[in-house]
T-cell receptor
Framework: QKEVEQNSGPLSVPEGAIASLNCTYSDRVSQSFFWYRQYSGKSPELIMS????GDKEDGRFTAQLNKASQYVSLLIRDSQPSDSATYLCAERVAGNQFYFGTGTSLTVIP | GAVVSQHPSWVICKSGTSVKIECRSL??????MFWYRQFPKQSLMLMAT?????????EQGVEKDKFLINHASLTLSTLTVTSAHPEDSSFYIC????????????FGSGTRLTVV
């Protein structure tokens, strides 16, 4: 499988702070990236997708993609305790293959 | 839109028996379905890619005779764990592609399999 690497954490931030999650990838033909949130014992749910270099904002979430440096990040502004979960970075490569990172555990402290 | 319904959500079975897991796309046609397995505190691991009307493509190390995948229609894919053993106990999740150009993937709710 292609390599998608994430810092497993755990990452702890106080409520209201910005949480920054990072993911690096090694496959230069990666076409698009996705951020999923997974609560314990539940299936992943899509937060955002990003295909082009730069930033993409959706509410409190901002995804950043830098293809030259091969990283993608997710910023969560005004973090809430309900944001506490595991965040999975995933890449789609040519040929309809789709691979996940190991996930970063985030805890937002009230 | 783009909902995948997965059943059962939790199943306990005896060693040596078989278990079938179903995934249905409710409001779209899923020509391709992906099956993942997730062990506790680990990430999703792709097991196989299921294409409607053709044989599934299995990832390296996944036994095709043990994990039978059928994708007979555009809205239904099944995974059958045959002769289950305790080490097969895991969280199984299906995923289907939706959209056209910049497509994404939606997940079923997952099936927790416990083999005793």
């Amino acid at each position: 499988q292609k390599e998608v690497e994430q810092n497993s954490g755990p990452l702890s931030v106080p409520e209201g702070a910005i949480a920054s999650l990072n993911c690096t990838y090694s496959d230069r033909v990666s076409q698009s990236f996705f951020w999923y949130r997974q609560y314990s014992g539940k299936s992943p749910e899509l937060i955002m997708s990003i295909y082009s270099n730069g930033d993409k904002e959706d509410g409190r979430f901002t995804a950043q993609l830098n293809k030259a440096s091969q990283y993608v990040s997710l910023l969560i502004r005004d973090s809430q305790p309900s944001d506490s979960a595991t965040y999975l970075c995933a890449e789609r490569v040519a040929g309809n293959q789709f691979y996940f990172g190991t996930g970063t555990s985030l805890t937002v402290i009230p | 839109g783009a909902v995948v319904s997965q059943h059962p959500s939790w199943v306990i079975c005896k060693s040596g028996t078989s278990v079938k897991i179903e995934c249905r796309s409710l409001d779209f046609q899923a020509t391709t379905m992906f099956w993942y397995r997730q062990f506790p505190k680990q990430s999703l691991m792709l097991m196989a890619t299921s294409n409607e009307g053709s044989k599934a493509t299995y990832e390296q190390g996944v036994e095709k005779d043990k994990f039978l995948i059928n994708h007979a229609s555009l809205t239904l894919s099944t995974l059958t764990v045959t002769s289950a053993h305790p080490e097969d106990s895991s969280f199984y999740i299906c995923s289907a592609r939706f959209g056209r150009l910049n497509y994404g993937y939606t997940f079923g709710s997952g099936t927790r399999l416990t083999v005793v």
